[in-house]
């Protein structure tokens, strides 16, 4: 039997996503699975779907803190949060990095986990900026892309082409059913299944019969 083809729908503004990303790049080696990354724009599929940020509800946002607190250290993802995170995420736009994560996605696929990973330290765990051209090279050059790579990349952010395509991923998503971030979806049996949030991962692999080992597989839970 083929391995099942899993799509991981995401933005590098949603610390969910960035916890499902790392989960499932560890279990990728384990399950019999073919996993895609999909970058997409949170904004689109928000306004499409009328879902609003859990924030915007401050007993949501309470929290999220708490639980963001608690999930970093399960998952064992550098995320730091504290209540100014808020109000960054909503002065941020992450369209820029989505596109240029896009235009690696169609000329340099190879980079694309990497660079990903690179958007979420920067943004997540150091707190700096990632919707500035500035900001986007110094992900890029600690991603390990060369100045020349970058700067083709950096020029086909504004392409018809990028914009369409990242258009395209998020609409796709959204036919998928996706109302929020990260949204994984799974071709098995010959239909897609849909999982939301980072915590599914383990239902993902009763679906698909795999068996779930723990957010961490490849290192032996420490007793607490």
């Known amino acids: 039997m083929g391995r099942t083809v899993v799509e991981l729908f995401y933005d590098v503004v949603s610390p969910y996503s960035w916890l499902g990303f790392?989960?499932?790049?560890?279990?990728?080696?384990?399950w019999n699975i073919d996993l895609r990354f999909r970058p997409a724009?949170?904004?689109g599929i928000m306004q499409e779907t009328g879902n609003k940020p859990p924030a915007m509800l401050p007993k949501r946002g309470e929290y999220?803190?708490?639980?963001?607190?608690?999930?970093?250290?399960?998952?064992?993802?550098?995320?730091?949060?504290?209540?100014?995170?808020?109000k960054r995420i909503f002065?941020?736009?992450?369209?820029?990095?989505?596109?240029?994560l896009t235009a690696i996605d169609m000329t340099?696929?190879?980079?694309?986990?990497t660079v990903s990973r690179e958007?979420?330290?920067?943004?997540?765990?150091?707190?700096?900026?990632?919707?500035?051209?500035?900001?986007?090279?110094?992900?890029?050059?600690?991603?390990g892309l060369s100045s020349e790579v970058t700067q083709k990349l950096l020029e086909m952010i504004s392409s018809p082409a990028v914009k369409n395509r990242l258009r395209e991923t998020t609409t796709e998503a959204i036919k998928y059913g996706a109302f929020g971030m990260p949204a994984v979806v799974a071709h098995y049996n010959g239909e897609p299944h849909l999982f939301f949030g980072s915590d599914?991962?383990?239902l993902l692999g009763s679906i698909i019969g795999e068996k779930w080992v723990g957010p961490v597989p490849s290192v032996p839970s420490a007793k607490m």
């Open 119 to 143: 958007f979420w330290t920067r943004f997540w765990s150091q707190h700096e900026d990632i919707s500035e051209p500035d900001s986007i090279v110094a992900v890029a050059r600690q991603a």
């Open 64 to 86: 999220m803190l708490k639980d963001m607190k608690r999930m970093a250290k399960y998952y064992q993802v550098p995320i730091q949060v504290s209540g100014d995170d808020f």
């Open 108 to 113: 340099q696929p190879r980079h694309l986990e």
């Open 41 to 43: 724009f949170l904004g």
């Open 200 to 202: 599914r991962v383990e």
């Open 91 to 100: 002065g941020t736009s992450t369209l820029g990095a989505m596109r240029f």
């Open 22 to 30: 790392e989960v499932l790049c560890r279990y990728r080696h384990i």
